[in-house]
């Protein structure tokens, strides 16, 4: 069974850092696309990250451009996401999802993508 598992998340004061981690399995990591997502209340889920996007090896959303790293150890099939310099408005739950690199999928459509974990709480206080 396709398994990811989110895990880094917390409580970090404005101009903090947090890194999240999402450990996969039940896939060719290889095959497969990762991406950052997050949902504020209220909102809709929004793309963050790629890598190993079929387009481009990483991508972002240009809110966290600068300020977010997308990385991976493909020898442990977990994918990570450094946030640097967090904002109140970085405050979210973070998702990430999988998906096959030959499908039609975008960062900008969250319905696109496969898998999905079951998400880690950010917050960040002002």
């Known amino acids: 069974d396709v398994q990811l598992v989110e895990s880094g998340g917390g409580l970090v004061q404005a101009g903090g850092s947090l890194r999240l981690s999402c450990a996969t399995s039940?896939?060719?990591?290889?095959?497969?696309?990762i991406g950052w997502f997050r949902q504020a209340p209220g909102k809709e889920r929004e793309g963050v990250s790629c890598?190993?996007?079929?387009?481009?090896?990483?991508a972002y959303a240009d809110s966290v451009k600068g300020r977010f790293t997308i990385s991976s150890d493909n020898a442990k099939n977990t994918v990570y996401l450094q946030m640097n310099n967090l904002k109140p408005e970085d405050t979210a739950v973070y998702y990430c999802?999988?998906?096959?690199?030959?499908?039609?999928?975008?960062?900008?459509?969250?319905?696109?993508?496969?898998?999905w974990g079951q998400g880690t709480q950010v917050t960040v206080s002002s």
């Open positions: 999802a999988a998906v096959g690199r030959q499908a039609d999928y975008d960062l900008k459509y969250a319905t696109l993508w496969s898998y």
């Open positions: 039940g896939f060719t990591f290889d095959d497969y696309a």
């Open positions: 890598i190993n996007c079929s387009y481009d090896s990483t």
